[in-house]
């Protein structure tokens, strides 16, 4: 019985593994087929000895304006959203994790609203509205309805945070004759500190994700994100999808992220286990 | 200060202000130059990039005219959008020599609207049947001569060759659809200045000629395994395979350079022997002994209507669709000039064989355009859904059955 | 209610403090908190209450973005008009069919892959770093990967597929493109799955689990006489989030299919009304009815599942 099992938790976390990496690995391998072996036709996982690029195709995606462009959009677009979210969704969530105040409910309820919203169904009216106020295709212009769609996943997970949070201390510095603001500001902050960063790096992977908005919400290289532009890409001949270099820009697009993953792994299980699931 | 405009983009130091063109990706480093060589002392004129197809170009630029955008000041168009964009009072006007004689009439048709100008033809393209000649040889096909859809699909199922098109659910599969009905005398729709009444005229025998050739090919052995999904890119690996024979190809003109550009010996190229196998010949019939209407596309630069400098703007627009540009844009990437002299100037005649270029002019001058309406991507988008999957064609309900949607369409009683 | 001398307890989260009770500090405690709330709540209604309403007026109207000037109320004539239109209940039925299967997938496997996590003694580390990485990755770049896996010309999948012919067009035909689709979605999502089933197995007591093995359970019985029902609130918790999300499938199916072959989702649908073919009348109506669809399905997956959106509120 217990070898079986043993044997089991082997096997299965070989196919874990295999699973998470193997469409990884698939995109990495398409990033190294030369361009001429694509039009051609280069079925198969790996290149072939004659069909391989080499670093050619990273070269040219990075050499590309329109996709440098892109990361710098999504970059200074998803940082700055994280960090107005990240604040934000502290003071609420601090708001309804630690005080009684009337609406508490209907701030809850609507965060929870939110999370479930169906996205494409703002299209329009944001397009409308953003035109009005002229700011349309910039950056502001993602910079909000990012910060509005990762607030609800940001407020949970906070909360949780801070629920677990020695409120003793926060006590003590009230008796000490502190405000709720000071005791606030003085001794939870430190530490909520790393339920803040673990909602920080899931709201940045929300707005990285982003696609709807970053297609509909943009027109030109100003403000397009990565996935848009991912998706309009274009290489040096627009009749031939250019595959391979698309992989080698889904592979740049993807380093930020598996960096992150690595180093802080454990904080983002957390934040996502907590934040959701509350038993 | 609610609705008091957008701020604009351009401008920049010293009051020498940019004009950007929004270009589509064919040819993109010669439009580079040609806007720098046509950018003065007075303004300067740079290259913004739009995405790949022809539908994501349009939205692009639809979505930020209908913001009032006075960045966007010139922008190349695919022809069968100007309808609409004119419709919108999206463009400027331009002047009335923009176009003239020597204008192609395939181009020169497609820029007027409502008897005004609203765009310069800049370049003009079209298709011609492309084939090995071993293969054609083999088939005992005579390419001296007009051949049909039925010939070239039992000629290349027959011998082991393939016969490439563009039916992916997208504008070029109109293309095709457009052409096949067009050579058998009909339309898909008449009467489209009368907007969203005009009248839909794709239930016709020129209409089941069309989806009968469709479905004789996805019955076919020449069909290509990705059929379903091809686009002017896939189809192109077929002429030379691994193995078989090759194929018989309806592409654009861009279709030598890319060829020519890939002799050599690596992966994925060809030798001069393969490349001198590389055959051309008029557009195909739909119907024996009845002429062929080839495809017409190209590019044509419009003048934002929300422009600041509409002067330098009509300006700058001529000078990127003059002779010169023209020409470039043939030698450099295989894009046909819109001008008739063009095709006889040196470059071009170097560049190119005599036979070919005669058969662009001919194909351009004598070509169907898609149907011209305010409404063209609504009818366009419309008929890609009823007549894809290509497999599904079939000449007895396809093309009524489209007939009813295009028209439920268009009186807004059918979503898209 | 409180009690002056509440310690703190388990969940002892909105405990009152210690202090008597004292209405101007409750008043200042009210105002504060409604004070820290304010700027989120009102950020997270700009954007979808107020656009949401305006969508509702919109929707009255014949309003296309190509004709602003042609703008003509027409009352709820969009509304009968995709409401009898079979494209919207096509597209509803397959984003129905996408969401019950990708769903059911990502839960079989996400618990399976939650199991060997839990019990998993070595490189704990390593698997949940790899586990993360699908979740991380951009949808757009996943459906890419698989399209391109899938392809028949530059693809791994054909040739790996013994029983297929190398030539066999994914993309051809609704059955084998939709699964192309799902396949892409489940990838990405099933490790999020695996992870929030992950938290609800550790809250399962291991006394119970050793208690029901002394009785002579079978691991089976185990499963679902112990494990299942103890981790109830987790699971419908995770189905109830992962249900909606995949019912608003968008990215996957622009990437892989542009929507051919009968592939479009509800969200599509709306998206080429409106941004593709600027009809922002009909395209407002089918956005609302994109809302209430969605309304309408959290609702009955609270009541069939008896989900506890207490929980899920974090009220406890």
Redesign the interface.
């Known amino acids: 019985m217990r070898g079986t099992n043993k044997v089991g938790i082997g096997v299965g976390f070989i196919l874990i593994m295999v699973w998470c990496l193997l469409p990884v690995a698939w995109i990495i391998s398409l990033s190294f087929k030369s361009q001429e072996a694509i039009t051609a036709g280069s079925p198969g996982f790996l290149p072939t000895s004659g069909g391989s690029a080499g670093f050619q195709n990273y070269v040219d995606v990075l050499n590309d304006e329109q996709f440098r462009r892109a990361i710098f959009n999504s970059i200074g677009i998803c940082l700055i959203a994280t960090a107005l979210s990240v604040i934000l969704a502290t003071l609420a969530a601090y708001a309804i994790a630690r005080l009684e105040f009337k609406g508490k409910r209907f701030v809850l309820t609507t965060a929870l609203a939110i999370a479930m919203f169906p996205v494409v169904s703002l299209v329009s009216p944001l397009f409308d509205m953003w035109r009005t106020l002229g700011i349309y295709d910039t950056w502001i212009g993602l910079i909000i309805p990012y910060m509005s769609f990762t607030l609800p996943l940001a407020i949970w997970t906070l909360s949780a945070f801070f629920r677990e949070i020695p409120w003793e201390m926060e006590q003590a510095a009230q008796v000490d004759g502190a405000t709720s603001w000071q005791a606030f500001r003085k001794v939870i902050v430190p530490l909520a500190a790393p339920g803040v960063f673990t909602a920080a790096i899931l709201t940045f992977f929300f707005a990285w994700n982003d696609f709807v908005f970053g297609i509909s919400l943009t027109s030109t290289e100003a403000a397009r994100p990565i996935p848009a532009a991912l998706s309009f890409f274009v290489g040096a001949d627009p009749f031939n999808r250019p595959a391979s270099l698309l992989a080698a820009g889904a592979v740049v697009s993807t380093i930020p992220i598996i960096l992150i993953v690595l180093v802080f792994q454990r904080k983002i299980v957390a934040g996502l286990t907590s934040g959701a699931v509350k038993g | 200060m609610?609705?008091?405009?957008?701020?604009t983009?351009c401008g920049g130091d010293g009051g020498k202000p940019t004009l950007n063109w929004?270009i589509?990706?064919?040819g993109?480093d010669t439009l580079a130059s040609i806007a720098e060589r046509c950018s003065t002392d007075e303004y300067d004129v740079v290259t913004?990039?739009l995405?790949?197809s022809a539908?994501?170009q349009r939205?692009?630029?639809?979505?930020?005219l209908?913001?009032?955008?006075s960045s966007t000041d010139l922008m190349s168009i695919d022809p069968v959008f100007v309808p609409?964009f004119a419709?919108?009072n999206w463009l400027l006007e331009l002047p009335a020599d923009t176009i003239d004689d020597d204008t192609l009439q395939g181009a020169a048709d497609t820029v007027v609207w409502e008897d005004a100008i609203y765009a310069a033809p800049q370049w003009a393209n079209t298709q011609v049947l492309w084939y090995r000649r071993s293969l054609a040889e083999a088939a005992g096909l005579d390419m001296s001569e007009p051949v049909t859809w039925d010939q070239v699909i039992d000629a290349a199922g027959e011998n082991g060759g393939t016969v490439g098109v563009q039916a992916?659910?997208?504008e070029a599969y109109v293309v095709w659809i457009n052409s096949l009905i067009a050579g058998a005398g009909g339309e898909i729709i008449s009467d489209t200045e009368a907007g969203r009444d005009a009248t839909v005229e794709i239930d016709s025998e020129a209409g089941r000629d069309a989806a009968a050739i469709i479905q004789k090919l996805a019955d076919s052995d020449a069909r290509q395994?990705?059929?379903?999904?091809s686009?002017?890119?896939?189809t192109?690996?077929y002429m030379?395979?691994?193995d078989g024979p090759g194929e018989f190809m309806t592409n654009?003109t861009?279709v030598y350079a890319?060829y020519q550009g890939?002799i050599g010996d690596?992966?994925?190229?060809i030798s001069q022997d393969e490349f001198d196998d590389l055959g051309w010949a008029r557009y195909p019939q739909t119907v024996e002994g009845e002429e062929s209407r080839p495809p017409i596309g190209g590019i044509e630069i419009g003048v934002g209507a929300y422009t600041d400098e509409p002067d330098f703007a009509r300006e700058a627009a001529l000078c990127v669709t003059d002779e010169q540009a023209q020409e470039e844009l043939a030698v450099n990437d295989g894009l046909m000039p819109s001008r008739s002299s063009v095709y006889d100037s040196d470059a071009l005649q170097e560049n190119f064989p005599t036979d070919l270029l005669a058969l662009y002019r001919d194909s351009i001058d004598t070509g169907a355009p898609r149907p011209k309406s305010?409404f063209y991507?609504?009818i366009s988008?419309a008929l890609q859904q009823q007549w894809?999957?290509p497999?599904d064609v079939d000449p007895e309900t396809t093309p009524a059955r489209s007939a009813d949607f295009v028209t439920a369409v268009l009186e807004?009683?059918?979503?898209? | 209610m409180s009690t002056v001398t509440a310690p703190a307890t388990k969940d002892g989260v909105n405990e009152k403090k210690a202090v008597p009770p004292d209405s101007d500090r409750m008043k200042a405690e009210n105002r504060l908190g409604q004070r820290l709330v304010a700027p989120a709540l009102a950020l997270m209604l700009l954007v979808t209450a107020f656009p949401m309403l305006r969508s509702l007026y919109l929707s009255l109207f014949d309003y296309s973005l190509t004709a602003p000037d042609e703008r003509e109320f027409v009352g709820l004539q969009n509304y009968i008009t995709a409401l009898s239109d079979s494209a919207l209940w096509l597209t509803t039925l397959n984003t129905v069919f996408i969401m019950v299967v990708t769903v059911a997938f990502e839960l079989v496997i996400g618990f399976a892959f939650a199991l060997v996590m839990h019990r998993v003694v070595f490189a704990r580390g390593l698997i949940r770093t790899s586990i993360l990485i699908p979740y991380g990755i951009i949808t757009v770049v996943s459906g890419f990967a698989w399209q391109f896996a899938f392809s028949n010309t530059n693809g791994f999948v054909n040739s790996w597929l013994p029983f297929l012919d190398s030539t066999f067009n994914w993309f051809g035909q609704y059955g084998s493109a939709i699964a192309a689709i799902m396949v892409s979605e489940i990838w990405k999502t099933t490790p999020f799955m695996s992870l929030l089933l992950l938290a609800g197995l550790a809250q399962v007591s291991e006394d119970m689990v050793e208690a029901a093995k002394v009785d002579g359970a079978t691991w089976l019985q185990r499963m679902t006489k112990v494990v299942l029902p103890n981790m109830r609130a987790a699971i419908m918790v995770a189905v109830l989030f992962r249900a909606l999300d995949a019912y608003r499938v968008f990215d996957n199916i622009f990437v892989m299919t542009n929507g051919a072959v009968g592939t479009r989702s509800v969200s599509f649908l709306t998206y080429q009304q409106v941004v593709e073919q600027f009809q922002f009348g009909i395209g407002s109506a089918l956005s609302v009815l994109l809302f209430l669809s969605v309304l309408l399905i959290a609702f009955l997956i609270v009541k069939l599942f008896k989900v506890d959106l207490a929980s899920a509120r974090q009220e406890k």
């Open positions: 609610a609705g008091a405009g957008l701020l983009a929004y589509n990706p064919d993109q913004q990039l995405p790949a539908t994501d939205t692009q630029l639809a979505r930020r209908a913001a009032e955008d609409e419709n919108a992916n659910q997208y395994p990705d059929f379903t999904v686009n002017e890119g896939t192109l690996a030379y395979p691994a654009w861009f890319n890939l690596g992966e994925g190229q305010a991507n609504q988008v894809h999957s497999e807004g009683r059918a979503l898209l």
